[in-house]
Nanobody
């Protein structure tokens, strides 16, 4: 069964760090790009970061320099290291896959996980 499962969310204070994990099962991660997306209450889903099967990375302007995406294909897992967190980073974070390359449109991704809540608050 193809599945992506996010974990690592939680409540953190502004300025602190958190690492999210996206664990893949039922398929070989080597051939897929993985994107991280987030959705805050009352807002549209937005792309956060993506890593291609060739390990090429991309980031939304709002997280550049603060977030780092990486992948461990041997563990079938993609990570999102988030630092200098801000209240506006509060959202449910999702991961999803697509073949090989990253693209801007979230609708081109599939096999979405159930999401993990990140809350940044003092």
């Amino acid at each position: 069964q193809v599945q992506l499962v996010e974990s690592g969310g939680g409540l953190v204070q502004p300025g602190n760090s958190l690492t999210l994990s996206c664990a893949a099962s039922g398929f070989d991660l080597d051939y897929y790009a993985i994107g991280w997306f987030r959705q805050a209450p009352g807002k549209e889903r937005e792309g956060v970061s993506c890593i291609s099967s060739g390990h090429i990375t991309s980031y939304a302007d709002s997280v550049k320099g603060r977030f780092t995406i990486s992948r461990d294909d041997a563990k079938n897992t993609v990570y999102l290291q988030m630092s200098s967190l801000k209240p506006e980073d509060t959202a449910v974070y999702y991961c999803a896959r697509r073949d090989f390359r990253c693209v801007d449109r979230s609708t081109d991704f599939y096999s979405w996980g159930q999401g993990t809540q990140v809350t940044v608050s003092s």
